[in-house]
T-cell receptor
C-alpha cells in the first residue's frame, strides 16, 4: 500500500539553527500538507501546497517557515531559525484531490529544539 | 472558526469492553468528519469518515454517526481488543476552509488491558 514517508523520525537541533524536515508524498497525489502537534496539544494545520505554491497557511506559518517541492517527489518544511517552542511532532500529509477526501499522513518527525 | 472537542484521556478498558469516545464540533455549514488513529510509532491513519448528516462511518468494528442536531461524531466499538490501544483523533474538514485543511481535536489515548 502506498504511504507517505518522513525523514528523519527524530531530530534534535540547537536553538537558532535551521532545520529541514523531509517528506515523500504518495506519487499520484496533488495536494500536500504540513501539520504539527506540540506535546499534549492539538494537531494543528500549518500549510497546504498545490501546483507548486502555497494554497493556504495558518498564522503559525510565519516568515520562519517555508515549504518546497524541489524535485517532484520530495516535499520539505524548512524552519530558518528554530525556537524552543518549535519543538513538536511534525506530520506531512498528501491527498489526491481537494474536498472531503482522505488525507494520508506520514509517521511524523519529532523535532526537539534545545 | 471551526473547532473539534474530544473527551480527555486516557481511556482505560479491559478487553471486550464497550468503547465510546466523544467528539463534538463547531463549524458552519456541513463539514466532513473523520476519525484518525495513531498506533505507537506510526503516523495518523484514517479510521473512518462521514461526509453528510446521518451518515455512519464504519471500519474494523468501529462506528461513528454524523449527528447534525447534536454536532457530534462519537466513536464506538462494541468489543475492544488489546490491539486497539492507540491515540484516536476526531477531525473535520469544513466549508470555511475550502475543504483544504483538517481541524483536529486533541486526541484521546485508549489503553486496553487483557
Amino acid at each position: 500500500e502506498p504511504e507517505v514517508t518522513q525523514t528523519p523520525s527524530h531530530q534534535v537541533t540547537q536553538m537558532g539553527q535551521e532545520v529541514i524536515l523531509r517528506c515523500v508524498p504518495i506519487s499520484n497525489h496533488l495536494y500536500f500538507y504540513w501539520y504539527r502537534q506540540i506535546l499534549g496539544q492539538k494537531v494543528e494545520f500549518l500549510v497546504s501546497f498545490y501546483n507548486n505554491e502555497i494554497s493556504e497557511k495558518s498564522e503559525i506559518f510565519d516568515d520562519q517557515f517555508s515549504v518546497e517541492r524541489p524535485d517532484g517527489s520530495n516535499f520539505t518544511l524548512k524552519i530558518r531559525s528554530t525556537k524552543l517552542e518549535d519543538s513538536a511532532m511534525y506530520f506531512c500529509a498528501s491527498s489526491q484531490e481537494q474536498g472531503p477526501t482522505e488525507a494520508f499522513f506520514g509517521q511524523g518527525t519529532r523535532l526537539t529544539v534545545v | 472558526g471551526d473547532s473539534v472537542t474530544q473527551m480527555e484521556g486516557p481511556v482505560t478498558l479491559s478487553e471486550e469492553a464497550f468503547l465510546t469516545i466523544n467528539c463534538t464540533y463547531t463549524a458552519t455549514g456541513y463539514p466532513s468528519l473523520f476519525w484518525y488513529v495513531q498506533y505507537p510509532g506510526e503516523g495518523l491513519q484514517l479510521l473512518l469518515k462521514a461526509t453528510k448528516a446521518d451518515d455512519k462511518g464504519s471500519n474494523k468494528g468501529f462506528e461513528a454517526t454524523y449527528r447534525k442536531e447534536t454536532t457530534s461524531f462519537h466513536l464506538e466499538k462494541g468489543s475492544v481488543q488489546v490491539s486497539d490501544s492507540a491515540v484516536y483523533f476526531c477531525a473535520l474538514r469544513g466549508m470555511n476552509t475550502g475543504f483544504q485543511k483538517l481541524v483536529f481535536g486533541t486526541g484521546t489515548r485508549l489503553l486496553v488491558s487483557p
